[in-house]
């Protein structure tokens, strides 16, 4: 970034009046290099936050502060509903639109627990502009109050289209929730919330509790907008290199000035009286007929902290979390892990609410360790507050806190929008907005304060003297999800039978009403309405790095890159691992989840730690296997280390990452079974909260090798393999260890690609470490991957304790005779944001429905939260028709294109963008590849997406099928499937 962000394109003065905006205060925040300008608009009294500097990455968004008054879900579903259609853009679906034709880098909406956000970004100005005014006709103007259709199709409805019919509760909101209140994980968190600050707003479900969220009536919905959706009740935030003062014109002149200003009764209050609040709270979940329940209990002991404008404790906090759990030899957790109270122990810090919640939590807890783990939790406090913490642990981990506060990683997000999460957790409770941002003066008072007793005393104070806590326990229940089922279907019926003839015709009607409503298309006219920029405003060249130096060393490479890191260098070391067969692929995983959590020959685990949270920002071992473009049959498969640190660590990074992988002793068997009990801890928590991936990579293992090799690393077969070496670890651990060590010494001895992104400064002293470092280890091995090919074409059915499902099908595109092409990605576009969405989602009530093309011939189908199986299945099978019936004027086909570009230009961050292009070097997809499909995108016609007839009629008759979820929904269509799981 400059020095000085924006300083100005127009000199803004504090105090003076721009477009009826008075700007109270201008503050340079030199942590995020950043101005930032806070206004507020004297008319509506909307606040607006503009934090300027150079990033093209544009944010904005709108947020109302939004407290639940129960648990019907009211914020939720009007955060859905909004999107559905306002005065200016009276779409059905405006964000489906938007989706379509923008060139959005973030296009979502998102319901906090006292909060409502509307965030988009782009990189195109012109886009930026209409993507916020698309944004603030929704919250403003909503036509909610003209169709209660909305609410019956984004919330809830009785659902019944013939008499003979069962009448059934269908919503997307509805379905959704069902899917969240089969997590138990989401059950805890819940419960630790409502329980703890019982006599506040955070008591209630903001997301909805399903039992309740059919009672919420039209005009209570209505109510909760009028409520909050004012200007003197909102949050308007813009970020980035963009124009200020045309935005601020354009905000007052089309939106605020029509609003005066009004008391909006919307403060978030504190729990005052923790007297009569429960400190031990018992609740129930769900688990499938058979299990082994004395095993599978979650606690949780939680801590009211202080205030979350309190940033000096907040950032202890923090720290504290590093402390006490960042590793196996960490204080708390590995007296938890001793005690031998779980499976898997978890810490967090929730500070994303107006009074911050210190959690400790197990998963798949012992019954008659219920007592014990609150025991150890105190009596490690205890000794800690005796002791004192070791001078060096604190250090290293505010070194580590440090790096990652600088380094500001927002992953594939943009930055501004993290930025934006953080102001709103002080600027929503009345605090300054940028408070969190502006860290360096407390944390320098940290650094001193620690040495003398800071951490000790804080917790003494806020977790050993405070009374303001609960403690839950969730106990598990076979069958409950059944149970609960069961009780809802008696309950339609009873309420079927009390009503007369003509009510029930009056529902039939209402539902048909509702389902014409959504199969009728809106007018060309009115989709024309929707602003968007013109695909002559596209370049048509790809937006791919290539500024990459490669030096080659014997059968060793080194891709460096020079970027602005901010001080920082991002090392990857792949090591092409030759594997002969499934176990090893199950090893190699295992042997990643592993290190950090044993000795090495020179540290112990805790001295470990310390060595890596004082000179690192991170270390991760990932497997990443690449697939050839030209032969979709062969890929290769990297072990690879990732570190990064501050450039004057870049010798530490290199010993380090050798003391891990070449030292680590691995024959401390008890320190291995932690490890395969939490992983097998980790995988249920995976399958359970995102199931549309496991389902969509079950479908996928059969086509090809690499895909085989994914599940392999990362799925059910995985998942067989660690939970049997769990079951009968004392048997099998030496087998283990022995395997684990082998695939060491052959990840040491092959050859390896060094892959660096640096500033230029530290580019002279970056190629030096990495030609040292290759020619100390040299290549001895080959690389082949040597694993029997499995083609299988069951049909699976996976059975989880889950109200919902998720219904999925996959096939292989290539080996059924065709190439991939850029028009597929425009026809991914269109089945995903138009069949998928109107047939999955909005009739059928699914949370989400995804279509998955990729460029090395694999092709799937997956719904998510899905109340349905088989009309799922039934919607699937009529995508060809559909297909062959495409007709879509230019127009239309020109916004698909945008959309699909959008898709395809998502910026990278700074490390990312040599990771893309080594991916391309390893898969074989050259640049004249990429310029190719991108012109096949661009040059899409109507007829180019009808072509693709034939492969989707032949993806439906060949596809594999599997479907995970409730019992009694996969029932009806069992007879179509050979193969079953229950998973736990």
């Given at each position: 970034?400059?020095?000085?962000?924006?300083?100005?394109?127009?000199?803004?003065?504090?105090?003076?009046?721009?477009?009826?905006?008075?700007?109270?205060?201008?503050?340079?925040?030199?942590?995020?290099?950043?101005?930032?300008?806070?206004?507020?608009?004297?008319?509506?009294?909307?606040?607006?936050?503009?934090?300027?500097?150079?990033?093209?990455?544009?944010?904005?968004?709108?947020?109302?502060?939004?407290?639940?008054?129960?648990?019907?879900?009211?914020?939720?579903?009007?955060?859905?509903?909004?999107?559905?259609?306002?005065?200016?853009?009276?779409?059905?679906?405006?964000?489906?639109?938007?989706?379509?034709?923008?060139?959005?880098?973030?296009?979502?909406?998102?319901?906090?627990?006292?909060?409502?956000?509307?965030?988009?970004?782009?990189?195109?100005?012109?886009?930026?502009?209409?993507?916020?005014?698309?944004?603030?006709?929704?919250?403003?103007?909503?036509?909610?109050?003209?169709?209660?259709?909305?609410?019956?199709?984004?919330?809830?409805?009785?659902?019944?289209?013939?008499?003979?019919?069962?009448?059934?509760?269908?919503?997307?909101?509805?379905?959704?929730?069902?899917?969240?209140?089969?997590?138990?994980?989401?059950?805890?968190?819940?419960?630790?919330?409502?329980?703890?600050?019982?006599?506040?707003?955070?008591?209630?479900?903001?997301?909805?509790?399903?039992?309740?969220?059919?009672?919420?009536?039209?005009?209570?919905?209505?109510?909760?907008?009028?409520?909050?959706?004012?200007?003197?009740?909102?949050?308007?935030?813009?970020?980035?290199?963009?124009?200020?003062?045309?935005?601020?014109?354009?905000?007052?002149?089309?939106?605020?000035?029509?609003?005066?200003?009004?008391?909006?009764?919307?403060?978030?209050?504190?729990?005052?009286?923790?007297?009569?609040?429960?400190?031990?709270?018992?609740?129930?979940?769900?688990?499938?007929?058979?299990?082994?329940?004395?095993?599978?209990?979650?606690?949780?002991?939680?801590?009211?902290?202080?205030?979350?404008?309190?940033?000096?404790?907040?950032?202890?906090?923090?720290?504290?979390?590093?402390?006490?759990?960042?590793?196996?030899?960490?204080?708390?957790?590995?007296?938890?892990?001793?005690?031998?109270?779980?499976?898997?122990?978890?810490?967090?810090?929730?500070?994303?609410?107006?009074?911050?919640?210190?959690?400790?939590?197990?998963?798949?807890?012992?019954?008659?360790?219920?007592?014990e783990f609150k025991n150890v939790i105190i009596n490690t406090f205890n000794d800690i507050v005796k002791k004192g913490i070791d001078k060096d642990i604190i250090r290293a981990?505010?070194?580590?806190?440090?790096?990652?506060?600088?380094?500001?990683?927002?992953?594939?997000?943009?930055?501004?929008?993290?930025?934006?999460?953080?102001?709103?957790?002080?600027?929503?409770?009345?605090?300054?907005?940028?408070?969190?941002?502006?860290?360096?003066?407390?944390?320098?008072?940290?650094?001193?304060?620690?040495?003398?007793?800071?951490?000790?005393?804080?917790?003494?104070?806020?977790?050993?003297?405070?009374?303001?806590?609960?403690?839950?326990?969730?106990?598990?229940?076979?069958?409950?999800?059944?149970?609960?089922?069961?009780?809802?279907?008696?309950?339609?019926?009873?309420?079927?039978?009390?009503?007369?003839?003509?009510?029930?015709?009056?529902?039939?009607?209402?539902?048909?009403?509702?389902?014409?409503?959504?199969?009728?298309?809106?007018?060309?006219?009115?989709?024309?309405?929707?602003?968007?920029?013109?695909?002559?405003?596209?370049?048509?060249?790809?937006?791919?790095?290539?500024?990459?130096?490669?030096?080659?060393?014997?059968?060793?490479?080194?891709?460096?890159?020079?970027?602005?890191?901010?001080?920082?260098?991002?090392?990857?070391?792949?090591?092409?691992?030759?594997?002969?067969?499934?176990?090893?692929?199950?090893?190699?995983?295992?042997?990643?989840?592993?290190?950090?959590?044993?000795?090495?020959?020179?540290?112990?685990?805790?001295?470990?730690?310390?060595?890596?949270?004082?000179?690192?920002?991170?270390?991760?071992?990932?497997?990443?296997?690449?697939?050839?473009?030209?032969?979709?049959?062969?890929?290769?498969?990297?072990?690879?280390?990732?570190?990064?640190?501050?450039?004057?660590?870049?010798?530490?990074?290199?010993?380090?990452m050798e003391e891990l992988l070449i030292r680590t002793d691995f024959d401390n068997k008890a320190k291995l079974k932690d490890v395969v009990k939490e992983e097998v801890s980790?995988?249920?928590?995976?399958?359970?909260?995102?199931?549309?991936?496991?389902?969509?990579?079950?479908?996928?293992?059969?086509?090809?090798?690499?895909?085989?090799?994914?599940?392999?690393?990362?799925?059910?077969?995985?998942?067989?393999?660690?939970?049997?070496?769990?079951?009968?670890?004392?048997?099998?651990?030496?087998?283990?260890?022995?395997?684990?060590?082998?695939?060491?010494?052959?990840?040491?001895?092959?050859?390896?690609?060094?892959?660096?992104?640096?500033?230029?400064?530290?580019?002279?002293?970056?190629?030096?470490?990495?030609?040292?470092?290759?020619?100390?280890?040299?290549?001895?091995?080959?690389?082949?991957?040597?694993?029997?090919?499995?083609?299988?074409d069951d049909n699976t059915i996976i059975y989880l304790p889950s109200m919902v499902n998720y219904v999925g099908e996959g096939a292989s595109y290539s080996e059924l005779g065709?190439?991939?092409?850029?028009?597929?990605?425009?026809?991914?576009?269109?089945?995903?944001?138009?069949?998928?969405?109107?047939?999955?989602?909005?009739?059928?009530?699914?949370?989400?429905?995804?279509?998955?093309?990729?460029?090395?011939?694999?092709?799937?189908?997956?719904?998510?939260?899905?109340?349905?199986?088989?009309?799922?299945?039934?919607?699937?099978?009529?995508?060809?028709?559909?297909?062959?019936?495409?007709?879509?004027?230019?127009?239309?086909?020109?916004?698909?294109?945008?959309?699909?570009?959008?898709?395809?230009?998502?910026?990278?961050?700074?490390?990312?963008?040599?990771?893309?292009?080594?991916?391309?070097?390893?898969?074989?997809?050259?640049?004249?590849?990429?310029?190719?499909?991108?012109?096949?995108?661009?040059?899409?016609?109507?007829?180019?997406?009808?072509?693709?007839?034939?492969?989707?009629?032949?993806?439906?008759?060949?596809?594999?099928?599997?479907?995970?979820?409730?019992?009694?929904?996969?029932?009806?269509?069992?007879?179509?499937?050979?193969?079953?799981?229950?998973?736990?």
């Amino acid at each position: 970034m400059n020095e000085n962000p924006l300083e100005v394109k127009m000199e803004l003065k504090q105090n003076e009046t721009y477009s009826n905006f008075l700007l109270k205060n201008i503050e340079k925040v030199n942590e995020i290099n950043s101005i930032s300008y806070e206004f507020e608009h004297i008319k509506s009294g909307a606040r607006l936050l503009f934090v300027s500097n150079d990033d093209k990455n544009k944010v904005f968004s709108i947020t109302f502060r939004t407290p639940p008054v129960d648990d019907t879900g009211s914020a939720h579903i009007l955060e859905h509903s909004v999107l559905c259609g306002s005065k200016k853009y009276p779409l059905k679906e405006p964000f489906v639109e938007l989706m379509k034709s923008s060139l959005n880098t973030f296009l979502n909406a998102m319901t906090f627990s006292d909060k409502t956000m509307y965030p988009v970004a782009s990189l195109n100005e012109a886009d930026f502009r209409n993507l916020m005014d698309v944004y603030l006709d929704a919250v403003f103007n909503p036509l909610i109050y003209d169709k209660k259709e909305i609410l019956e199709q984004e919330g809830w409805h009785y659902h019944i289209e013939n008499a003979d019919d069962d009448i059934k509760y269908n919503g997307v909101v509805y379905n959704e929730m069902k899917g969240a209140f089969s997590d138990p994980e989401d059950i805890l968190a819940r419960n630790i919330e409502s329980n703890l600050y019982k006599d506040t707003a955070y008591s209630y479900e903001s997301g909805g509790d399903p039992k309740y969220i059919p009672t919420l009536d039209y005009s209570t919905f209505l109510d909760f907008h009028k409520r909050y959706y004012h200007p003197s009740n909102s949050y308007i935030y813009i970020y980035g290199d963009t124009d200020i003062i045309r935005h601020l014109e354009y905000l007052d002149k089309n939106y605020l000035e029509n609003y005066d200003k009004m008391k909006v009764d919307s403060k978030l209050t504190e729990q005052t009286d923790f007297s009569s609040v429960e400190k031990r709270v018992e609740k129930f979940y769900s688990v499938n007929d058979g299990e082994d329940i004395d095993n599978k209990y979650l606690l949780s002991l939680n801590y009211s902290v202080g205030s979350v404008l309190d940033l000096k404790l907040g950032l202890v906090f923090n720290i504290l979390e590093k402390i006490l759990f960042d590793s196996d030899s960490s204080y708390l957790k590995k007296a938890l892990l001793d005690a031998d109270i779980a499976d898997e122990v978890m810490l967090d810090y929730n500070n994303g609410i107006l009074q911050p919640v210190f959690s400790i939590s197990a998963k798949n807890a012992k019954k008659d360790k219920i007592d014990e783990f609150k025991n150890v939790i105190i009596n490690t406090f205890n000794d800690i507050v005796k002791k004192g913490i070791d001078k060096d642990i604190i250090r290293a981990a505010i070194n580590n806190f440090e790096f990652e506060l600088k380094e500001g990683d927002s992953g594939s997000h943009p930055k501004g929008l993290l930025y934006c999460i953080t102001v709103m957790e002080s600027w929503l409770y009345d605090g300054d907005p940028m408070l969190l941002l502006k860290y360096e003066n407390a944390l320098n008072e940290i650094k001193e304060e620690a040495e003398n007793g800071l951490l000790e005393n804080i917790i003494k104070e806020y977790i050993l003297e405070n009374e303001k806590y609960n403690y839950v326990i969730l106990s598990p229940k076979e069958n409950l999800s059944d149970e609960e089922d069961k009780e809802l279907k008696d309950k339609l019926k009873k309420y079927k039978e009390s009503l007369t003839d003509k009510e029930i015709d009056e529902l039939i009607k209402d539902t048909n009403n509702l389902l014409e409503m959504q199969k009728t298309p809106d007018s060309e006219e009115t989709k024309a309405l929707i602003p968007r920029i013109s695909i002559s405003d596209i370049d048509e060249n790809p937006g791919v790095v290539n500024d990459v130096e490669i030096e080659h060393l014997d059968n060793n490479d080194i891709y460096i890159r020079t970027d602005d890191t901010k001080g920082i260098t991002y090392l990857d070391i792949n090591y092409e691992v030759p594997i002969n067969n499934e176990e090893e692929v199950h090893m190699l995983s295992l042997l990643t989840k592993c290190f950090e959590n044993f000795n090495t020959e020179n540290f112990d685990i805790l001295s470990l730690n310390n060595e890596i949270n004082e000179n690192l920002g991170d270390i991760l071992f990932t497997i990443s296997p690449y697939q050839n473009m030209k032969e979709h049959d062969k890929f290769r498969s990297f072990f690879t280390c990732s570190v990064k640190a501050f450039s004057n660590k870049e010798d530490k990074m290199y010993e380090i990452m050798e003391e891990l992988l070449i030292r680590t002793d691995f024959d401390n068997k008890a320190k291995l079974k932690d490890v395969v009990k939490e992983e097998v801890s980790k995988m249920q928590s995976r399958f359970m909260g995102a199931t549309h991936r496991m389902v969509l990579n079950e479908v996928l293992a059969g086509i090809n090798k690499k895909s085989m090799f994914v599940t392999h690393l990362n799925g059910i077969p995985f998942y067989d393999f660690i939970k049997d070496l769990n079951d009968n670890f004392d048997k099998k651990a030496d087998e283990i260890i022995k395997g684990i060590k082998e695939l060491v010494q052959r990840i040491i001895n092959s050859r390896k690609d060094v892959i660096i992104t640096v500033g230029k400064e530290n580019k002279k002293q970056s190629l030096k470490h990495a030609k040292a470092f290759i020619e100390k280890y040299p290549c001895s091995n080959d690389t082949n991957i040597d694993i029997e090919y499995k083609k299988s074409d069951d049909n699976t059915i996976i059975y989880l304790p889950s109200m919902v499902n998720y219904v999925g099908e996959g096939a292989s595109y290539s080996e059924l005779g065709y190439k991939y092409e850029g028009s597929m990605l425009v026809l991914k576009k269109f089945l995903a944001t138009e069949y998928l969405w109107n047939n999955v989602r909005v009739m059928g009530g699914a949370y989400g429905s995804f279509i998955h093309i990729d460029k090395f011939g694999n092709l799937g189908l997956v719904s998510y939260r899905d109340p349905n199986v088989a009309r799922t299945y039934e919607m699937y099978s009529k995508i060809p028709d559909y297909i062959k019936n495409i007709d879509l004027n230019d127009e239309e086909i020109s916004k698909l294109i945008i959309g699909t570009i959008s898709d395809m230009d998502t910026p990278l961050n700074v490390y990312s963008k040599l990771r893309e292009y080594v991916t391309r070097k390893y898969t074989l997809d050259t640049y004249d590849n990429i310029k190719r499909r991108r012109k096949e995108v661009l040059t899409t016609t109507n007829d180019d997406l009808k072509r693709h007839y034939d492969m989707f009629n032949d993806f439906i008759d060949k596809s594999v099928k599997c479907v995970a979820g409730n019992k009694s929904k996969i029932d009806e269509i069992k007879d179509n499937f050979n193969k079953e799981i229950t998973l736990f």
